[in-house]
């Protein structure tokens, strides 16, 4: 299994348009949100946190665009959001991503895993990313 990592030169950027159409809402933070982490909506508790594999925490409700603390609110973007992910020449064009496992959770895998076997973005170009489906 490969966790993918984010571009440590540029970071991660988002489409802006993308994000005006897709989907969203506004939670609150549960545990540490980074750029482009993808994020679950847990019922338990009424927060956002960062994905991870297991099963019980895969259920995707969303990409973060802005880094947000613990108890701090963020807008959670849907399908559709776009993304600049990775260093040049890491992604395969059209190829699927899955979220990642417990210790890169909110980040993404290039194998499938436990709480994810069907991918939840797809490759845009070898660096970019966009939301495909909410797991």
């Not at 966790?3 to 802006?16: E, M, N």
């Not at 069907?118 to 489906?133: E, K």
Request: hydrophobic residues 45%; charged residues 10%.
């Amino acid at each position: 299994m490969a966790s993918v990592a984010i571009d440590a030169t540029l970071g991660a950027s988002f489409d802006t348009i993308s994000l005006n159409t897709a989907p969203q809402f506004v939670g609150t933070v549960g545990a540490a949100a980074l750029v482009a982490g993808m994020l679950v909506y847990l019922g338990s508790d009424g927060l956002v946190h960062p994905c991870d594999a297991t099963s019980a925490n895969a259920p995707l409700a969303g990409i973060v665009a802005v880094r947000s603390g613990i108890g701090n609110p963020c807008t959670v973007f849907g399908i559709g959001a776009k993304c600049h992910y990775a260093a040049s020449g890491t992604f395969t064009y059209g190829a699927k991503y899955f979220l990642d496992v417990t210790s890169n959770a909110g980040g993404l895998s290039t194998v499938a895993t436990t709480g994810d076997a069907v991918g939840v973005v797809r490759a845009i170009s070898d660096t970019d990313i966009q939301v495909i489906r909410m797991a």
